[in-house]
């Protein structure tokens, strides 16, 4: 199967990197303005700007330009589409938009992260309205190169991409947060760069596996006037949890007003 990424930036790149790598691909063709910036080399991948010509020679397109792009990218590959799957990554543009925009083509949404480039992303997708279930088995088989899978329906997208699109984006933050707060109790950076992150991975890890309510693992390790109570109290006094739903709200709410600007610009 030939692939092209249509705007090797983070994410194209990511995802690319992750396609030429697997045998179910071919050849991988990635487009952007800038060739010369193009991180990818080697015998199954090639880079040009030339996106027209990318998405003629492949069977399968993949959409990673800004939506801000969109439009210019859409009207340079409409009339060479028709008949192929293409799954778009872009955050909050339609598939309803997308198809009007490429007639014949079958569309699918797909959100990863950038957790992509380490074969560790979640990828939610939700098909739109003529992608068939071979389609939807190719998608997986794509999507499951970097990482794992979910279905979702196309209503929760803006959701999805600000809880686990932008999500790396938080959680490095959390990281950073545990570093500062490792140095400000005497700990070398390194040693709470480590610390901070296995704790991270291994909680995830546990839930995960263990299938197990953060709320039953957070009792479990709080014992009374311990440690741990201490830290959670002004945590809890910081308003974390609140935090952390705004900004998911917000991240939200700024997907709907992207994808609202799209429409206009029509
Ligand atoms: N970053 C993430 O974590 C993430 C996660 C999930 C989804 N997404 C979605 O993925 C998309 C890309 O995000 P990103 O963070 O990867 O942005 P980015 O790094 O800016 O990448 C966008 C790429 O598109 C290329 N481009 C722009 N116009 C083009 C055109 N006309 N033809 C061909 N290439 C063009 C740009 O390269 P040149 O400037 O060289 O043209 C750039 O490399 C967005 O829609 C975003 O919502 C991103």
């Known amino acids: ?11 194209g790149e990511a995802v690319a990197s992750r396609l030429v790598s697997s045998d179910f691909v071919d050849f991988v063709t990635v487009t952007r303005r800038t060739v010369g910036k193009a991180q990818l080399k080697g015998k199954k991948v090639k ?14 397109i993949i959409l990673s330009v800004k939506p801000g792009d969109a439009h210019t990218v859409l009207r340079q590959i409409g009339h060479v589409v028709e008949g192929k799957l293409v799954i778009s990554l872009m955050a909050a543009i339609t598939a309803r938009n997308i198809e009007r925009a490429l007639p014949g083509a079958r569309v699918v949404r797909a959100m990863p992260n950038i957790a992509a480039l380490v074969g560790e992303a979640i990828t939610a997708y939700s098909e739109g309205s003529t992608a068939t279930r071979h389609d939807i088995a190719t998608v997986e088989s ?19 991409t600000a809880l686990s699109g932008s999500g790396p984006a938080y959680i490095a933050l959390l990281i950073e947060s545990m570093v500062s707060a490792g140095l400000k109790v005497g700990l070398p950076r390194d040693t709470a760069f480590q610390l901070a992150t296995k704790t991270l991975t291994g909680t995830a890890g546990l839930l995960r596996d263990r299938m197990m309510h953060p709320a039953e693992l957070r009792d479990a390790v709080t014992t009374p006037a311990g440690t741990t ?3 959670i109290y002004e945590l809890e006094k910081g308003s974390v949890r609140t935090a952390m739903m705004n900004a998911v709200e917000a991240a939200t709410l700024a997907a709907r007003k992207i994808s609202k600007e799209f429409e206009e610009k029509g």
């Not at 199967?1 to 994410?11: H, S, Y």
């Open 1 to 11: 199967m030939k692939v092209a990424v249509i705007g090797g930036g983070k994410i």
């Open 47 to 60: 880079v040009t700007d030339d996106n027209e010509s990318a998405a003629t020679a492949s069977d399968v």
């Open 142 to 160: 794509l999507l499951s190169t970097f990482g794992e899978t979910i279905h979702v329906t196309e209503q929760m997208m803006d959701a999805v």
């Open 229 to 231: 109570i201490a830290g």
